[in-house]
């Protein structure tokens, strides 16, 4: 039993004179494989954000002027879109783009090929308040109609 013992660490001992820097790549990522696992950040995941009781009012004076629409001289109607948003996650949620869609009374599209209408920077967990303002050209008939609302957010601030 000690002659195999003793074989066994004369094996070991030629192995590591021959093969040092194998060892060293060896214990070396074996040590950056352990510490990955230890310092690996939490995981920013997008979020769905449900948004209800939206609705919009007429800008206050302050917000209304200087409203700029893709016409630049087509006059504007400025509201602010306000709701009701509900973070079911336990944590807070950062950067949350709303979407949605906008019609006029005619059924026509407010803000066309756009589906990306504000952001609510951030939602604590359960239900709050937001809003954000909009801008439709004074020509489309009201009351608007607004449908399809949704957000969607990260759980940890992203960076711009």
């Known amino acids: 039993m ?7 660490f004369n094996h ?12 060293r790549a060896i214990l070396i990522s074996c040590a950056i494989g352990v510490l990955s696992w230890v310092f690996t950040p939490s995981a920013v995941a997008l979020t769905q954000i449900k948004l209800f ?7 206050p ?12 001289t087509q006059k504007a109607n400025c509201f602010l879109v306000i709701g009701k948003a509900e973070n079911g996650s336990n944590k ?3 950067d949350a783009d709303i979407f949605g869609r906008i019609y006029d009374a005619g059924n026509d599209s407010v803000m066309q090929n756009r589906t990306r ?7 604590p967990p359960g239900i709050s308040d937001f809003e954000f303002r909009i801008s439709v050209p004074a020509n489309q008939p009201l009351p608007l109609q607004l449908k399809q609302f949704k957000a969607a957010g990260f759980s940890g601030q992203v960076r711009r």
């Open 117 to 123: 209408l504000g952001l609510i920077p951030e939602v």
């Open 61 to 72: 004076e302050e917000l209304a002027k200087g409203a700029v629409t893709s016409g630049a």
């Open 12 to 23: 070991l001992t030629l192995f590591k004179k021959n093969h040092s820097g194998l060892l």
């Open 92 to 94: 807070t949620v950062y």
């Open 2 to 8: 000690i002659s195999i013992l003793s074989s066994f």
């Open 53 to 59: 009781d939206v609705s919009y009012k007429d800008c």
